[in-house]
């Protein structure tokens, strides 16, 4: 059974930091591509960054600068480190773990930036 637990989130004052984790099981960690995605009250989820299985990184232009994504394959685990945060930065945050057309989702963790 493939699980994704996110941790790390929080109540954070702006320009503050957060690092979430995003801990993998049942699967073939190294060879998925894993994505963190957000979402905002009334808002669409969107794609905040991307880690591929080779170690290329993207993010999204609004976290561009800021944000961090990194794994650790040996530990089965993916991190996106959280910098010079800002109110609209608050939103869940969701793992994704992609494999070819396997599609593997966490139950996500808040972050809240509001002073």
């Known amino acids: 059974q493939v699980q994704l637990v996110e941790s790390g989130g929080g109540l954070v004052q702006p320009g503050g930091s957060l690092r979430l984790s995003c801990a993998a099981s049942?699967?073939?960690?190294?060879?998925?591509?894993v994505n963190w995605y957000r979402q905002a009250p009334e808002k669409r989820r969107e794609l905040v960054a991307t880690?591929?299985?080779?170690?290329?990184?993207s993010y999204a232009d609004s976290v561009k600068g800021r944000f961090t994504i990194s794994r650790d394959n040996a530990k089965n685990t993916a991190y996106l480190q959280m910098n010079s945060l800002k109110p609209e930065d608050t939103a869940v945050y969701y793992c994704?773990?992609?494999?070819?057309?396997?599609?593997?989702w966490g139950p996500g963790t808040q972050v809240t930036v509001s002073s």
């Open positions: 994704n773990a992609q494999m070819r057309t396997y599609d593997y």
């Open positions: 049942g699967l073939i960690f190294r060879i998925h591509t």
């Open positions: 880690i591929t299985t080779g170690g290329g990184t």
